[in-house]
């Protein structure tokens, strides 16, 4: 019974390693789940961000433009936006 009583023993064992190396497994999915969420929504805000900014940048060129048609100079128009004419020029392409 001995040899029976070891090998049960070792099974148990080897079974809760098992179950504990499950439960390991499963709490690294868990972060890595979360972490896989948090990026998403960074990349989200960063998308928004870039919508923003491209707007903003329709908006200036426009701006530019106009003023431009109204027969500014581009010294001027960065005078009245507090920029340099190069980065008039870069804005209007």
Do not use: C, P, W
Not at 5 to 25: F, G, L, P, V, W
Not at 59 to 69: D, F, M, R, Y
């Amino acid at each position: 019974f001995t040899a029976i009583e070891n090998r049960d023993t070792a099974i148990m064992n080897r079974d809760k390693k098992i179950a504990e190396q499950d439960q390991y497994i499963a709490e690294q999915s868990n972060q890595i789940a979360e972490q896989s969420n948090q990026i998403a929504e960074q990349s989200n805000q960063l998308a928004e961000k870039d919508g923003q900014i491209a707007e903003h940048l329709k908006t200036l060129k426009s701006t530019i433009q106009g003023l431009a048609n109204r027969g500014m100079s581009l010294d001027d128009i960065a005078v009245v936006m507090g920029k340099s004419v190069e980065e008039i020029k870069s804005i209007i392409g």
